[in-house]
């Protein structure tokens, strides 16, 4: 067996089937063996898009995802895609082609430092110079990735190293000095919650992307019933809970739900639970629950009193804590003081839900993402690309199932969507996947549009068509006196001609009522469709200003017909 034979088997070892990726000088011997295996392999049409997909394919499936590129710019083209992943803990895979050991340090042909280069946004890398470690670092790198905080593990594999012959298949795993992660969470500091719950007359939840990843989705949902406390989300973590429930609130933060942003500050205890208390989610951290006691629960102590001060941490995984603690809760009973503020807190969600109206031209996004949200089951999966559109997504969607809601966070990447969409659609092939893009965005990886067409992956693009970069000429219309500084993009291209010259169908959308009967159609012949909605380009998110309190939004949709 050969290096690269190692590569493969030891991928098939480890459950992968399908591998994102694009070759190159310094993986050409990999590829012809992956030529002559039963591995599925993807060919994106830019590598940043290999790891875009394979974060799209872990965050959909709770798998690791696998991307591959060649040396020098092919591993410098991952490098956004792996950051996206790292600051999102999402668990890839990402294994590049090097120039042959003897010429590393010599800035050889394609030659880069990739391991170097993505230090600060990987968990873990790895540079086999023999090919018998092969197959053990590949076992490790997925145990690294999966455990813990989850997140992206480099492999770097010389070109002779992929062509050298092993003398053995060994994996067993390598030991990782000082890699210890903590998933138990302690018994003490759990019943001091409890305590602290008991007291509460006013409590909040607060829950992130960490309860989707532990898979304490059923955990959270009982703790929140039994305290009658309601709910709210970050961005990521969307999904946890079920936001059709009465005591959902939605998202809170910069974009977030009225009724979140200004009730927070009035509970008397937050648990935050696999939340990292991001700048978009707190606003100014000085008037972020300033009078509230804070439970904090997460799988990483670097995060815990990173940026809010805390009451009480408790380190783990969170559906391990969580089920001791709805253990310590049998005989809890919410209290008159608790069921007065869920009741008022219920009221005002109802009073603050955000009206729009259904029959305007231009189309307003909040009614389109109405009619998308009109049309998808529960076990439908929606990515967004980030800016305006994501917003509109993740203030207007109701998701009811973890893993159904797949968004850039932390680093905000343009052109995630639709590469995270097919990936996701390879690993859930049964579910419905939706992207939702701006056009700006969308410009930035629409050569996926071959992807799509090649494989026969029936992913649908939604693209919000506003001929703006949205987000940012929204600041500038706000904030910079409507100076429209490189935020117009023209009227090129036209989304159809370009969906139909990659031989996908394409649909341009202007009118109320034609998003939610295109997209049924698309769902029900199962194929790649690019659906071009053009929307009202002035129509703005409220928002938090810079250094604005949690409870200080600005802005506020204008017309109020139709409740969403």
């Known amino acids: 067996m050969r290096g690269g034979e190692a590569i493969i088997e030891s991928l098939k070892n480890m459950g992968v089937k399908t591998i994102f990726g694009y070759p190159g000088g310094q993986t050409i011997p990999f590829y012809d063996m992956l030529y002559d295996s039963d591995m599925d392999h993807i060919l994106v049409r830019h590598e940043q898009c290999a790891a875009h997909a394979a974060d799209g394919y872990a965050r959909a499936s709770g798998r690791v995802g696998v991307c591959l590129a060649t040396s020098g710019p092919g591993a410098t083209n991952l490098v956004t895609g792996i950051a996206t992943a790292y600051m999102d803990s999402s668990p890839i895979i990402a294994i590049t082609g090097q120039v042959p050991t003897h010429l590393i340090g010599n800035d050889a042909f394609q030659e880069a430092d990739i391991i170097g280069i993505t230090m600060p946004i990987t968990k873990h890398s790895y540079q086999p110079k023999d090919p018998d470690l092969i197959p053990s670092m590949i076992k490790s790198s997925f145990e690294i990735a999966a455990s813990g905080r989850p997140g992206p593990v480099l492999i770097d594999v010389p070109k002779e190293v992929q062509e050298g ?177 869920t009741g008022m807190i219920k009221q005002k969600k109802q009073e603050l839900l955000p009206r729009v109206s259904y029959d305007d031209v231009p189309l307003k996004p909040q009614t389109v993402i109405k009619e998308i949200s009109e049309v998808l089951t529960p076990e439908s999966i929606l990515t967004t690309d980030v800016g305006q559109n994501q917003m509109w997504a993740a203030h207007f969607f109701d998701t009811q199932k973890p893993r159904k809601f797949i968004s850039s966070g932390g680093l905000g990447t343009m052109g995630f969507g639709f590469p995270a969409a097919i990936g996701a659609k390879v690993a859930c092939p049964d579910d419905p996947v939706v992207s939702i893009n701006g056009d700006g965005g969308f410009l930035m990886v629409c050569q996926e549009l071959a992807t799509v067409h090649e494989y026969d992956i029936p992913v649908i693009a939604v693209v919000l068509e506003n001929r703006t970069l949205g987000m940012v000429y929204q600041w500038q219309s706000l904030l910079y006196n409507e100076r429209h500084s490189q935020t117009l993009l023209g009227n090129s291209p036209d989304f159809v001609k370009l969906a139909e010259s990659f031989g996908v169908n394409g649909v341009r959308i202007e009118k109320p009522g034609e998003t939610k009967e295109a997209l049924s159609s698309a769902i029900k012949d199962n194929e790649p469709v690019l659906l071009n909605v053009v929307i009202d380009s002035e129509e703005a998110l409220p928002m938090l200003p810079p250094g604005a309190g949690i409870d200080e939004m600005i802005g506020e949709y204008k017309l109020e017909k139709d409740v969403i």
């Open 165 to 341: 012959e092993l003398t053995g298949f060994d994996d067993s795993i390598i030991q990782t000095p000082g890699y210890n992660p903590t998933t138990k969470g302690n018994i003490r500091q759990i019943k001091k919650a409890r305590d602290l719950i008991k007291e509460a007359k006013r409590p909040l939840i607060l829950v992130g992307a960490g309860v989707i990843i532990s898979n304490a989705c059923c955990e959270l949902k009982q703790l929140a019933k039994t305290i009658n406390a309601p709910v709210m989300t970050s961005l990521l973590g969307k999904g946890a809970f079920d936001e059709t429930d009465d005591l959902a609130l939605g998202m809170l933060g910069m974009h977030g739900r009225k009724v979140s942003n200004d009730y927070i500050n009035e509970s008397d205890l937050l648990i935050a639970i696999g939340v990292r208390f991001s700048d978009r989610t707190t606003g100014r951290l000085d008037r972020f629950v300033p009078d509230t006691k804070v439970i904090h629960i997460d799988i990483d102590p670097a995060e815990i009193g990173k940026n809010v001060e805390v009451d009480l941490p408790i380190v783990g995984d969170a559906r391990n804590i969580l089920s001791s603690l709805n253990d310590v809760l049998k005989d809890y009973k919410a209290s008159d003081e608790v069921n007065n503020w």
